[in-house]
């Protein structure tokens, strides 16, 4: 069979239009996930998601700051098309480097408390942890403790455990602290608090709580969800090490701006090539379906009220949430970094 020029054309453009069309509804049904979290229950969520629409999460993981820099240096050309993390510190980072757009669409933060939702619009909240204080039951009583700022007491030294100054969780508290005391305040109380350590800061939060089963220590700055963890896990050790302590929300009395929180959130990439599959896999994240199986596997607080705890951590009781816009937890970070260096926080 033969071809004239004309007839080549056609086909040509025939055939390209087809491979258009084949690659338009492909990336019709991807969402390209650039993610921080690292828990079992992100991969269940995001294969519910594909069961229920068709469409594919192809997930890239790192750490936040690799994946802002990876975002940068891909400018206008990055598959990305969402960015969640576990620190709002750095999805503030990504909008302020311009890396994200606001969602623009209020129903997508629909029965979402309305404290966790950013006022400027760049990302949705997916689920929420307190920085709490965990206490040895053998070596301290509930009433020994009050406040953060009361760490910097002398009847702590040589009893305070907590991870590394270069922990986001770390930084973000401290973040807090300069918002709502001021840096001076919080450099004395830095100063203060290094003095009090047990031991230099080393480990996860989950070493802090198994250092204090094992006397090193008595008080421990920890995560909320990593008791959760502790005591529904597989291993004997962790369970009884999470059985030895009990939970303290600190700053709750009548007065008090209440518990340092963090959230897990999630944004829209600036140049999302798949934005309207990026949207509803938001909308799947924060369905009660979704918050649901968040609670009963990481041991997260829902952002929706509706949904509650898991029963390990409802047995810790409510507690009041500091009202700081979360976004100050990036705008103070550059200041927590510097006052962490000055008093010595390693």
Not at 76 to 95: H, M, R, Y
Not at 207 to 234: R, T
């Amino acid at each position: 069979m033969c071809f004239n020029k004309s007839d080549m054309k056609k086909l040509f453009l025939l055939l390209a239009l087809f491979i258009l069309a084949c690659s338009n509804n492909n990336s019709e049904q991807i969402v390209n996930m650039y993610s921080q979290r690292h828990y079992d229950v992100d991969q269940l969520q995001y294969d519910n998601f594909e069961k229920k629409t068709g469409i594919k999460v192809n997930v890239i993981k790192a750490n936040a700051d690799e994946l802002i820099q990876r975002m940068k240096n891909e400018g206008e050309n990055s598959p990305a098309d969402l960015f969640i993390t576990v620190d709002v510190g750095k999805l503030w980072q990504a909008s302020d480097m311009d890396l994200l757009q606001k969602y623009n669409d209020d129903s997508l933060t629909e029965g979402i408390t309305e404290s966790l939702i950013d006022p400027n619009g760049f990302w949705v909240p997916v689920t929420y942890r307190s920085r709490i204080l965990v206490y040895s039951n053998e070596r301290v009583k509930e009433s020994d403790l009050s406040t953060y700022e009361d760490l910097a007491n002398q009847k702590w030294k040589g009893r305070l455990l907590v991870r590394s100054s270069s922990n986001s969780y770390n930084q973000a508290l401290m973040s807090s602290l300069v918002a709502n005391l001021g840096e001076e305040a919080t450099q004395n109380w830095t100063n203060a608090v290094v003095s009090n350590f047990a031991r230099d800061p080393k480990g996860n939060d989950r070493d802090q709580v198994k250092a204090i089963a094992a006397g090193q220590g008595d008080v421990a700055i920890v995560n909320s969800y990593y008791i959760g963890l502790l005591l529904s896990s597989e291993n004997e050790e962790e369970v009884n090490a999470g059985k030895s302590i009990s939970v303290f929300f600190p700053n709750q009395a009548d007065g008090e701006r209440g518990s340092h929180i963090n959230v897990s959130g999630v944004a829209l990439a600036k140049n999302a090539p798949n934005k309207s599959n990026a949207v509803k896999l938001i909308e799947y994240l924060t369905s009660d379906e979704a918050q649901d199986i968040y609670v009963n596997n990481t041991y997260e607080y829902s952002v929706k009220p509706n949904i509650e705890p898991n029963d390990i951590v409802k047995e810790w009781g409510t507690f009041k949430k500091d009202p700081l816009d979360l976004n100050m937890l990036g705008i103070r970070r550059n200041d927590a970094i510097r006052i962490f260096d000055a008093g010595g926080w390693k």
